[in-house]
T-cell receptor, first 114, second 112 residues
Framework: AQSVTQLDSHVSVSEGTPVLLRCNYS??????LFWYVQHPNKGLQLLLK??????LVKGINGFEAEFKKSETSFHLTKPSAHMSDAAEYFC????????????FGQGTTLQVKP | NAGVTQTPKFRVLKTGQSMTLLCAQD?????MYWYRQDPGMGLRLIHY???????AKGEVPDGYNVSRLKKQNFLLGLESAAPSQTSVYFC???????????FGPGTRLTVT
């Protein structure tokens, strides 16, 4: 069965410093992996996705993530945090079969301090 | 393109009342999904559909029914609302495969 674990429920950084949001996954096959962002009282927006092409994936707003099969990780990073990055971030793994189902992590709240 | 839209945005129900949430997408997506989001639990799949006229159960289907009579619409019904169904409900749609899903803005439902 597929599952995803976000290792931190809350991360706090200062504006201008790097961001690291950690995600480990479990899958019985080569998964597709995603990061979604949810700003307060908004829907979810796709940040980036890994679908078995390049292991370093670049997304929107300067975010990127690296797929490491040996570590079963897909950590999200950004070199310099901006106040507008404050949001909830979800690491997501594709489910089995061809239904397009997604399995969500519990989310990491990113706080950015001025 | 409006993308994925949800109606209504907010609703308050009394225990035992019924209601239907409407999801519409204009991207010609085959697949559609209903999720609920509760604090600290991420999103959990309620029901999904891989095509017009077909539906299937997700992770937490009890207490909900769905219908997909038209490709662009996916309805979520609560026949007899319970306080445990207080949540934020999200609809999503996608093409077949693993390219990711597009989400609506959500419906905040409170059952008293």
């Amino acid at each position: 069965a597929q599952s995803v674990t976000q290792l931190d429920s809350h991360v706090s950084v200062s504006e201008g410093t790097p961001v690291l949001l950690r995600c480990n996954y479990s899958s019985s096959y080569s998964p597709s992996l995603f990061w979604y962002v949810q700003h307060p009282n908004k829907g979810l927006q796709l940040l980036l996705k890994y679908t078995s092409a390049a292991t370093l994936v670049k997304g929107i707003n300067g975010f990127e993530a690296e797929f490491k099969k040996s570590e079963t990780s897909f950590h999200l990073t950004k070199p310099s945090a901006h106040m507008s990055d404050a949001a909830e971030y979800f690491c997501v793994v594709s489910g089995s079969g061809n239904t397009g189902k997604l399995i969500f992590g519990q989310g990491t709240t990113l706080q950015v301090k001025p | 393109n409006a993308g994925v839209t949800q109606t209504p945005k907010f609703r308050v129900l009394k225990t035992g009342q019924s209601m239907t949430l409407l999801c519409a997408q204009d991207m010609n997506h085959e697949y559609m999904y209903w999720y609920r989001q509760d604090p600290g639990m991420g999103l959990r799949l309620i029901h999904y559909s891989v095509g017009e006229g077909t539906t299937a159960k997700g992770e937490v289907p009890d207490g909900y029914n769905v219908s997909r009579l038209k490709k662009q619409n996916f309805l979520l019904g609560l026949e007899s609302a319970a306080p445990s169904q207080t949540s934020v409900y999200f609809c999503a749609s996608s093409y077949p495969g693993t390219k990711g899903q597009y989400f609506g803005p959500g419906t905040r439902l409170t059952v008293t």
